[in-house]
């Protein structure tokens, strides 16, 4: 079930200058505006973005069907902010770069590895040198006389 809906907490005349965005009793105030604005109890999966990315009291919020849904709008946002498309680039979150779909993984239930396949390539070869470096240490205080 897909639930979208662009809104935000002073148009629907939440009072801002008593509750803060962190907590309301044991709830989070956007999820109550979310609420307030969707008319009845937000779906158990469902998650509210901030559509601006910050935690602002004026953040529109986007109730997404599942944290899945709300993970690739932080990508999409992130991509156009740096310029890239959002419907043809993803983000590697390892140098924080916009790069072409084919440049990453698809894992076997189809989603996306967060990390390109060059920044991969890097990482695997850093981690090569720190195993062969452990190894050369241990070998070394195998041969050192007690
Ligand atoms: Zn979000
Ligand atoms: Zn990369």
Redesign the pocket.
């Known amino acids: 079930m897909v639930i979208r809906g662009v809104i935000s907490a002073t148009e629907y005349g939440i009072n801002m200058e008593l509750k803060s965005y962190k907590e309301t009793g044991n709830r989070r105030l956007h999820r109550v505006v979310a609420e307030k604005a969707l008319g009845k109890p937000l779906p158990l999966q469902a ?4 559509a601006d ?1 910050t935690k602002s009291i004026d953040s529109p919020l ?1 109730i ?1 069907q599942d944290s899945e849904y ?2 690739l ?2 990508t999409r946002t992130t991509v156009l902010r740096a310029g890239g498309n959002p419907n043809t680039d993803s983000w590697c979150s390892y140098k924080k770069h916009a790069a072409p779909l084919n440049h990453f993984y698809f894992r076997m239930n189809g989603k996306i590895t967060t990390t390109c396949k060059v920044c991969n390539a890097e990482k695997e070869r850093i981690r090569r040198k720190s195993r062969k470096m452990e190894m050369s240490n241990m070998s070394e205080m195998d041969t050192t006389p007690n």
């Open positions: 998650e509210v973005h901030h990315l986007v997404c709300d993970k709008l932080h």
